[in-house]
């Protein structure tokens, strides 16, 4: 009895409005899903000013990034070509000086933002995740730009490239030991490469919809599971102090999930409400910004899983290698990595019918975390529904075919061999921490070293190369490398033939009765003038990639262009 009040309790709690005007002020869980503020420049420049800040809120962090007119996460659109200028500015206060990784920067050292390499809970940065546009401060470095709440608005100023592919990119901060604290807490938003519809005509015309799904701490740790789900055998936590994943599918998970920031928290997930014209069909462009959650995307009418008609991933339309024109992929369920973006037509329920955004389990593997089937959001037809803020263009001109070979044609230059592994930094105590590494095949394991200039890989601009990356640990990884998009050829050892390209790939977990360990192969392009420059590779679990599972690539001019030549590693 005693148990029920205090659910009762919990819920009313957790379901409580928040007093508007503080930040990173959140919708309460059972919200009808708002739509992010659409920021979009004049004359091919948008100008945008950002901070970043935080707030402690029942014991966890919330980090937010706010515009000057006080809009949270807002969606930068530009068209190709277009001039991007931001100023972001740091507020953050420190909250628990005690974090592990802290390594705060000795106190009188000067901070030049693009030399200062610190790594501190107060000092972020920016990663346009997706962008193929130069590493370089100012743009997309991440190795060494780090802005501290004492600096000046710190600008970023890029153009987006007149070659972009056209689809839904993002923004979020990549401090080494630090990222996922801050996307944990909230701070992503989207970017938006506009013109899919100049890619694809079947989505011409259509009202578009963007939406985030992000993992935050539970907000309720201590509830037992609902009772509508089958009896869980077992609970246990990982070695990071999250829920394990059981591999029934169902029990505690190890975060919670929002949906443009409406909670739908453990155990009963209440879900957010999205509203739509019967039957209408609608672009929807969901990112996956979540720290360590996997997702398994379904549309669900009756129970019935719904089409879903994919066009393009991670910000890239499908059709890219020129054969598949207007390409839409029907799929029921779509898995998207943390860091992943899936972009797809969906087709509202009939008047009557309440459909349901939900996510199906994803076996993370033995060491992996909890995460189980739940509901998001439901769908309700109703003739008045308001209409999205944003619909692509009706007779759009049809983006010009790529003038580079489709890159599943052009011969690699080399074939490197890369694994994740992990190692407890005290093998005889299973409860010691975790080293994550991510290794060039053949280099001793080392976590990622943010003192070291050493590249761990050196690649020449204008070639491109096959990448094998193994996973030779029992949890799930997620391969993202920053910059430029791959080609995936292998999965698990057998060809697949996408007929597009991704920049965030899972890579399955290995098994101790496995003969092989499970492996991807990618077709590495490096023939972007811009790739030219110095940037990270990482697992895509910001636990993992802030635990060392992160190297760097450096991308040297063509041969020939300098005088004088770096060795290869
Ligand atoms: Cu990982």
Request: net charge negative.
């Amino acid at each position: 009895m005693k148990q029920i009040v205090l659910i009762a309790l919990l819920s009313v709690i957790c379901l409580a409005k928040e007093p508007p005007g503080n930040t990173c002020n959140r919708p309460s869980p059972g919200s009808v899903v708002p739509e992010p503020e659409d920021l979009r420049g004049h004359d091919g420049v948008l100008k945008v000013d950002l901070t970043i800040r935080n707030t402690e809120v029942n014991g966890t962090t919330r980090y937010c990034y706010v515009d000057a007119n006080g809009n949270q996460s807002p969606t930068l659109r530009l068209n190709p070509g277009d001039l991007l200028i931001l100023h972001l500015k740091n507020d953050l206060t420190a909250t628990d000086p005690t974090a592990p990784h802290a390594m705060h920067m000795p106190a009188g050292k000067s901070s030049n933002p693009c030399l200062s390499g610190a790594m501190t809970a107060t000092s972020t940065n920016l990663h346009f995740h997706g962008l193929t546009i130069p590493a370089v401060c100012h743009q997309d470095d991440v190795v060494k730009t780090s802005v501290s709440p004492r600096d000046a608005p710190f600008e970023y100023r890029f153009r987006i490239p007149a070659d972009e592919p056209p689809g839904l990119y993002w923004y979020h901060p990549h401090i080494h030991g630090f990222s996922k604290v801050q996307v944990l807490g909230g701070a992503s938003g989207a970017l938006i490469v506009e013109g899919v519809e100049r890619a694809n005509k079947e989505v011409a015309g259509l009202p578009e919809r963007v939406l985030i799904i992000r993992d935050q701490d539970l907000l309720n740790p201590n509830a037992p599971a609902s009772k509508s789900e089958p009896v869980v055998p077992r609970l246990l936590l990982d070695r990071d102090g999250d829920a394990a994943n059981n591999g029934t599918g169902f029990g505690k998970p190890a975060k919670d999930l929002s949906i443009n920031f409406v909670p739908v928290p453990y155990p009963d997930y209440p879900p957010a409400a999205i509203v739509m014209k019967p039957g209408e069909r609608q672009l929807w462009r969901v990112l996956n910004a979540s720290a360590i959650t996997y997702l398994n995307l379904e549309v669900l009418f009756n129970r019935k899983p719904q089409p879903l008609g994919l066009v393009a991933l991670d910000g890239v339309p499908l059709d890219q290698n020129g054969k598949s024109a207007d390409l839409v992929s029907w799929q029921t369920h779509l898995g998207v990595p943390p860091g992943a973006r899936v972009e797809f037509i969906v087709q509202g329920p009939p008047a009557g019918v309440q459909g349901l955004l939900v996510t199906r389990s994803v076996d993370t593997g033995p060491g992996g975390e909890n995460d189980p089937n739940r509901a998001i959001a439901t769908i309700t037809a109703s003739a008045d529904a308001p209409e999205p803020r944003s619909t692509l263009a009706v007779s759009p001109t049809p983006i010009p075919a790529p003038t580079s070979a489709w890159l599943g044609d052009v011969v690699p230059v080399r074939t490197r061999k890369l694994y994740f592994s992990e190692k407890l930094t005290d093998p005889n105590n299973p409860n010691s921490a975790t080293e994550f590494y991510i290794t060039v095949d053949g280099k001793t394991p080392a976590v990622f070293d943010p003192r070291s200039s050493l590249p761990d890989i050196v690649a020449q601009q204008g070639t491109v190369e096959d990448w094998i990356i193994e996973n030779r640990s029992n949890e799930l990884h997620a391969f993202h490398i920053h910059q430029l998009h791959f080609l995936l050829l292998d999965y698990l050892g057998k060809p697949v033939n996408e007929p597009f390209l991704r920049d965030t790939v899972n890579v399955p977990y290995y098994k101790d009765n496995m003969l092989v360990y499970p492996s991807v192969r990618l077709r590495m392009d490096f023939r972007d003038p811009n790739v030219v420059g110095t940037f990270p590779y990482h697992c895509h679990l910001l636990e993992h990639e802030d635990g060392g599972m992160m190297g760097v690539i450096r991308v040297e001019a063509p041969l020939g262009a300098k005088a004088r030549q770096t060795p290869s590693f």
